[in-house]
């Protein structure tokens, strides 16, 4: 599965921004992961293709929202609320699970900066 990444940008604490994930195929399930200078990739979200199960970092719960649009084979994450702390580089992913481990496949990231 191939994916990008889009919808990245600069923001002030307390905006929004929207990001993009097109995919090539679908397996499982889609997941958001960002990673900060300095610290390792972390989860952000996940959903499933199939019924939309959805899951999230306790970081973001109540912020952010994941989504998907199957006839687009395209995943998004609305991010609200962002804080200096959310800034990274995000990633999307597909995976046969929810694992970390089973995402075998990486878009290429897009940066997300939230200025205070």
């Known amino acids: 599965v191939q994916l990008q990444a889009s919808g990245g940008g600069l923001v002030q604490a307390g905006g929004s921004l929207r990001l993009s994930c097109a995919a090539s195929?679908?397996?499982?399930?889609m997941g958001w992961f960002r990673q900060a200078p300095g610290k390792e990739r972390e989860f952000v979200a996940a959903i499933t293709w199939s019924v939309g199960l959805r899951s999230y970092a306790d970081s973001v719960k109540g912020r952010f929202t994941i989504s998907r649009d199957n006839a687009k084979n395209s995943v998004y994450l609305q991010m609200n609320s962002l804080k200096p702390e959310d800034t990274a580089v995000y990633y999307c992913?597909?995976?046969?699970?929810?694992?970390?481990?089973?995402?075998?496949?990486w878009g290429q990231g897009t940066q997300v900066t939230v200025s205070s």
């Open positions: 195929g679908r397996n499982y399930a």
């Open positions: 992913a597909a995976g046969s699970s929810f694992r970390y481990g089973d995402f075998g496949s």
